[in-house]
C-alpha cells in the first residue's frame, strides 16, 4: 500500500510539471486525406487534395452553412464555407507542405474548391497548382499535410492514400512514410508524407 502511494504521488507530481501547452496540444478535428498527383506533358501539374472531416466537425459547418437543412450544399453554401471555414488556413499554407528537391514550395493559392456532404460527412476537394517540369534526373517532392497548431489532425486514408494521372512518359515512384526530416506539434511528432520521385523516360 505505501509502495503504490508514493508512486501516485510521483505520478501526480510529474503531471504537475509538464507544460500547460503541450496539455492543450491535442486536436478536435480529424481530416482523412487522399491525394492524386496530376501530371501534364512537360511534368507534374499539381495535385487534387480529399479531405473527409469527423462526423462532429462535420455537424457544426453543415449548421451553420447549410441554411436550409436540407443536407445539400448548393453553391452560395459551399462559397459561404469557402470564405469562412476555409480560406483562413490560407496562412497555414492550407495545411499543406511540399519541398521540391529539399527546397519549401509556398502554397499560394487552390483552385477548383468544392464541398459536399456525403452520408453526414463533410468533404472538401481542392486543386494546388504545382508546375514542375521533368528532366532527365529524378526530382524530388514531399507532401506532408498538418496543422502546426495540432487544432486539427491530418491523416492519410488506409485504402488509396493517393492516385497519380496521366504519367504515361514520366518513370514515377512514390510511398507514403514518415517524414524524418520534419518536427511538428512542439517538436514531438513528425507528420507522414507521401514521397514522390519521377523523371522522363
Avoid at 505520478?11 to 482523412?32: N, Q
Wanted: proline share 3%; with cysteine.
Amino acid at each position: 500500500m505505501k509502495h503504490m502511494i508514493i508512486k501516485s504521488v510521483f505520478l501526480i507530481s510529474c503531471l504537475l510539471f509538464i507544460p500547460v501547452k503541450l496539455t492543450w496540444a491535442h486536436p478536435h478535428v480529424f481530416i482523412a486525406q487522399n491525394l492524386k498527383i496530376v501530371f501534364d506533358e512537360k511534368g507534374m501539374a499539381g495535385f487534387n487534395v480529399y479531405w473527409k472531416f469527423d462526423e462532429m466537425f462535420s455537424s457544426m459547418i453543415c449548421d451553420d452553412h447549410d441554411l436550409n437543412r436540407n443536407g445539400i450544399l448548393e453553391k452560395t453554401e459551399v462559397a459561404s464555407i469557402k470564405g469562412k471555414a476555409f480560406s483562413y488556413i490560407a496562412e497555414f499554407n492550407y495545411f499543406i507542405y511540399v519541398k521540391i528537391d529539399n527546397t519549401p514550395f509556398e502554397v499560394k493559392y487552390v483552385t477548383d474548391f468544392f464541398a459536399r456532404i456525403d452520408k453526414g460527412n463533410l468533404i472538401y476537394e481542392f486543386f494546388i497548382p504545382c508546375h514542375i517540369s521533368a528532366a532527365k534526373n529524378f526530382k524530388h517532392i514531399s507532401i506532408a499535410s498538418y496543422d502546426p497548431n495540432y487544432y486539427s489532425a491530418v491523416y492519410f486514408t488506409e485504402r488509396h492514400p493517393f492516385a497519380i494521372e496521366n504519367n504515361d512518359r514520366f518513370e514515377v515512384k512514390a510511398q507514403i512514410k514518415i517524414d524524418k526530416s520534419t518536427l511538428i506539434y512542439y517538436d514531438m511528432v513528425n507528420p507522414w508524407a507521401l514521397f514522390l520521385d519521377f523523371k522522363l523516360k
